[in-house]
């Protein structure tokens, strides 16, 4: 089983506020990522990092920001919420080294801007 | 640029049957490729991944197979139950390129088995 977190499960927010939505793992893995999953639609990947320090833009634009300082920790911010920022936020996670290393995903936040 | 499609979009098939689910990609250099199980509103599963020098896994009544050269991934499931009702994702992770240590998402296959 993937140990890996993400805080708040669900939130319900007004237009203009500052979030920052969590995203934790304990299996030490350096690289980290976070999709947005718009419902019954594909994943898009908008950020990634790997490793400390390190964190780059996906392939899908979003006015999101993530910082990574610790290994375990990888936040996504948004500061001032939108409606179109309304989705589902995937967090995920895997090991470097080679083709045999699985990527695991977190259960997703489910954000509602108002 | 990598596309990974998956075909049928959408599956309906009672109880106790067997049936494939198809997953083609463009750029074969790949390092894995992955399927995953989504249920609504949830995150992914891992389900099974299978190393770019491999041509199957297996994981109980799941199972998978990966031919590289012609870009095709099969997921077969047997004896299909209502408890595997879900969205199945294949995904494929990137050799090389500008995608190198990404995943690129097919756009799911959407199952329903009623009892």
């Known amino acids: 089983e993937a140990d890996i977190y993400q805080t708040p499960r669900y939130l319900v927010i007004g237009t203009g506020k500052k979030i920052t939505l969590e995203c934790s793992q304990t299996m030490g893995h350096d690289k980290m990522y976070w999709y947005q999953q718009d419902p019954g639609m594909e994943l898009h990947l908008i950020h990634y990092s790997y490793g400390v320090n390190s964190t780059e833009k996906g392939d899908l634009s979003s006015e999101s920001t993530v910082s990574r300082i610790r290994t375990e920790h990888f936040p996504l911010t948004l500061e001032s919420a939108r409606p179109s920022h309304t989705s589902q936020y995937l967090c995920a996670s895997r090991k470097s080294g080679g083709s045999y290393n699985e990527q695991f995903f977190g259960p997703g936040t489910r954000l509602t801007v108002l | 640029k990598q596309e990974v499609t998956q075909i049928p979009a959408a599956l309906s098939v009672p109880e106790g049957e067997n049936l494939v689910l198809n997953c083609s990609f463009t750029?074969?250099?790949?390092?894995?490729l992955q399927w995953f199980r989504q249920d609504p509103g949830k995150g992914l599963t891992s389900l099974l991944l299978i190393q770019s020098s491999q041509r199957e896994q297996t994981s109980g009544r799941l199972n998978a197979s990966l031919d590289k050269s012609s870009g095709r991934s099969t997921l077969y499931i047997a004896a299909s139950q209502p408890g595997d009702s879900a969205t199945y994702l294949c995904?494929?992770?990137?050799?090389?390129?500008?995608?190198?240590?990404?995943?690129?998402f097919g756009q799911g296959t959407i199952l329903t088995v009623h009892p």
């Open positions: 750029d074969s250099a790949i390092y894995n």
């Open positions: 995904a494929v992770f990137h050799a090389g390129g500008t995608s190198y240590g990404k995943l690129t």
